[in-house]
């Protein structure tokens, strides 16, 4: 029997009652989160990390092998030290392509040695202010739990939000940070380069849309809008032995699909350039081209949705994602040679054994953004920009997935993607902490303060560990000097950082990409697919 994944599993006042009280309080057990509470032990705080549901390591231990860094010479501290730990289990230096059940044995293996132990199934009820500082969080559960410092590692931003932290969700017009790539994009990456009808009955309007085809009219490029970019599972795929068939869903659709089926008609079959190969046979498989795995438009309420809202949002993506397979692998509405490609694949066996091999983690590339007195924007990924509180170094392309899928001219076209690449850049202090004359006790690591197409750059796993460390030491320097995050001594903090291994300065390096001189990724205005 399969047991489906979930986002939302409560455990209402189970705990009602009980209190805790610690030094630093971290909500959320992503990547970011198990980090920070690794840190916050080893200098010696007490710590309680809590996780909404039951996944530990977010998307590091979600699927998402395949290492996503743009330059790993920016990578430092706790961050490099969990890829060395994982070169240790393959008998290499280290390793940035590995297998999920590894990555959570790695995980669980650096928080024992660190005396952390996540609270699961914890979901945030309410906070109590003190003035303008976090007192305590309060959790479905009935748990309280008091702190000196708290920090938001959630992909969500919820106790940034609870706490009244200001932020934004969506897409920034380009005027409003000076930026070129920012808000309504229509290009020519992950796109229908072909004709496709969007009508249920091709060419006739009267029939009505295909799912997911956004009715409005396209806005002008660079546009703002409250739209963000797609979610999707990172699934752990094999072929072989081992394979576990993909699983039906119940309320499987093939119209759903049918955008799909037409551009298969065309000729198109480049499927399988995101079937990204990491360590045990398997894949960290990612979503490529103009209908994938992607649930494009699917995902717009997330941020802001409550837990059981994000649990049925969460579902329609297990549902579609799964349902996208099974049409490749099985419906006769697809090519032959395509369902016999589709169908060589599977999940893996010994992968996600507790949610029948299905990645428990959405991954939600974007959700809540504060905005504090340093928003990251395109001039620092251009290094038009550069601040000098330097924390991390940000190296990943400012890298957008689509956020609508539209029709212009009687033909479907994707809108939203952006991939322009940029050279290292440095990650301010300030962007991690709210704006001053707000809460003065809380660090944000993970939803930190960035525009819509800079944090499609910032976003990358090892940069959220290397930025929750960075706020731990933070942490700990405001405990001892009782003053607020705003008011901390950013020389007192780059001592901290340089004593633990983050990288604060970089010379250009020597890590290049073949791509680099493509000016699609270079240039932005230029490669709009619509003017």
């Known amino acids: 029997m399969m047991k489906t994944p979930k986002y939302y599993t409560p455990e209402t006042d189970l705990r009602k009652g009980e209190a805790l009280s610690c030094d630093l309080c971290i909500y959320g057990a992503t990547s970011a989160g198990v980090v920070a509470a690794i840190e916050a032990r080893r200098q010696g705080l007490t710590v309680v990390l809590l996780a909404p549901g039951d996944h530990i390591g977010g998307m590091t231990t979600g699927g998402l092998g395949f290492t996503d860094f743009g330059d790993k010479a920016i990578i430092g501290g706790i961050s490099r030290e969990f890829y060395r730990r994982l070169g240790d289990h393959y008998g290499v230096e280290e390793e940035w392509r590995f297998e999920p059940s590894v990555a959570s044995k790695v995980f669980d293996g650096m928080m024992r040695e660190a005396g952390v132990s996540p609270i699961p199934k914890q979901y945030l009820a309410d906070v109590e202010m003190e003035e303008e500082s976090l007192k305590a969080v309060l959790l479905e559960s009935g748990l309280r739990v008091e702190a000196g410092m708290f920090m938001d590692a959630t992909y969500e931003g919820d106790l940034m939000a609870k706490a009244g932290v200001r932020y934004t969700v969506g897409r920034e017009p380009n005027d409003c940070y000076g930026e070129f790539c920012n808000g309504v994009q229509v290009r020519e990456h992950h796109q229908f380069l072909l004709p496709v009808s969007p009508y249920r009955v091709p060419n006739d309007r009267r029939s009505g849309l295909l799912p997911g ?67 045990g046979g398997k894949t960290d498989t990612n979503n490529h081209g103009p209908f994938s795995s992607d649930f494009i438009g699917g995902n717009h309420a997330y941020p802001e949705a409550s837990f059981v809202e994000r649990e049925e949002i969460f579902q329609s993506h297990v549902s579609y994602h799964q349902g996208l397979l099974w049409f490749m692998a099985n419906d006769d509405r697809v090519p032959e040679d395509v369902r016999a490609g589709i169908s060589s694949w599977g999940l893996a066996e010994d992968e996600f054994t507790g949610t029948s091999n299905w990645p428990p983690q959405l991954y939600v590339r974007e959700a809540r953004r504060m905005v504090s007195d340093y928003v990251i924007t395109e001039m620092d990924c251009r290094g038009i920009a550069r601040a000098e509180d330097v924390v991390a170094f940000g190296a990943y392309g400012m890298d957008s997935h689509n956020c609508q899928r539209i029709v212009v001219g009687d033909r479907v076209l994707n809108e939203g993607d952006v991939q322009i690449w940029v050279k290292p850049y440095p990650v301010s202090y300030r962007s991690l902490i709210p704006s001053r004359g707000e809460t003065k006790n809380l660090l944000v690591p993970v939803c930190l303060s960035a525009s819509h197409i800079a944090y499609g750059s910032v976003r990358m796993e090892p940069v959220f560990m290397m930025l929750a460390q960075a706020c731990v030491l933070a942490a700990k320097l405001c405990l001892a000097q009782h003053c607020a995050v705003q008011d901390l001594s950013y020389s007192d903090l780059r001592r901290e950082l340089l004593s633990v291994g983050q990288i604060l300065d970089l010379e250009n390096s020597s890590e290049k990409k073949e791509w680099l001189a493509n000016e699609f990724y270079k240039i932005n205005p230029e490669n709009a697919l619509l003017t």
């Open 213 to 279: 085809i956004n009715e409005a009219p396209l806005e002008p490029q660079g546009s703002g809008d409250h739209k963000i970019q797609a979610y999707n599972f990172r699934l752990c795929m094999t072929q072989g032995d081992g394979r576990v068939p993909f699983p039906k869903p119940d309320d499987y659709d093939p119209e759903r699909y049918e955008l799909l089926g037409r551009y298969l008609d065309s000729g198109w079959r480049d499927l399988y350039e995101k079937f990204d190969a990491i360590r």
